[in-house]
Nanobody, 121 residues
């Protein structure tokens, strides 16, 4: 059974940083695991994904150069380091497994419950 539990959200001023964590278990080792977000009134958006087997990464354009996805060596914790945060980054952030990080719309089959990130100007 896939279990994904996010932590690390909070409030920060614009230009600041946050690191999100996701305790992940039960997912397929040779697959992508990643992060999505959803702001009020907007569709859920794929942000970053990492292939658990070899560390290949994908990023959406809006976060390239600011966000970094990583995993611990045991592949049990997923991280999202977020730097240079902007008010438009305010959203609920979700950890996801079995991610398809291709094209303009990413998909995932398993979701965590989310952690709120609020960036004030």
């Amino acid at each position: 059974r896939v279990q994904l539990v996010e932590s690390g959200g909070g409030s920060v001023q614009a230009g600041g940083s946050l690191r999100l964590s996701c305790a992940a278990s039960g997912y397929t080792y040779g697959s992508y695991i990643g992060w999505f977000r959803q702001a009020p009134g907007k569709e859920r958006e794929g942000l970053a994904a990492i292939f658990s087997q070899d560390g290949r990464t994908h990023y959406t354009d809006s976060v390239k150069g600011r966000f970094t996805i990583s995993q611990d060596n045991a592949k049990t914790t997923l991280y999202l380091q977020m730097n240079s945060l902007k008010p438009e980054d305010t959203a609920m952030y979700y950890c996801a497994a079995d991610v398809s990080p291709y094209g303009s719309t990413w998909f995932a089959n398993y979701w965590g419950q989310g952690t709120q990130v609020t960036v004030s100007s």
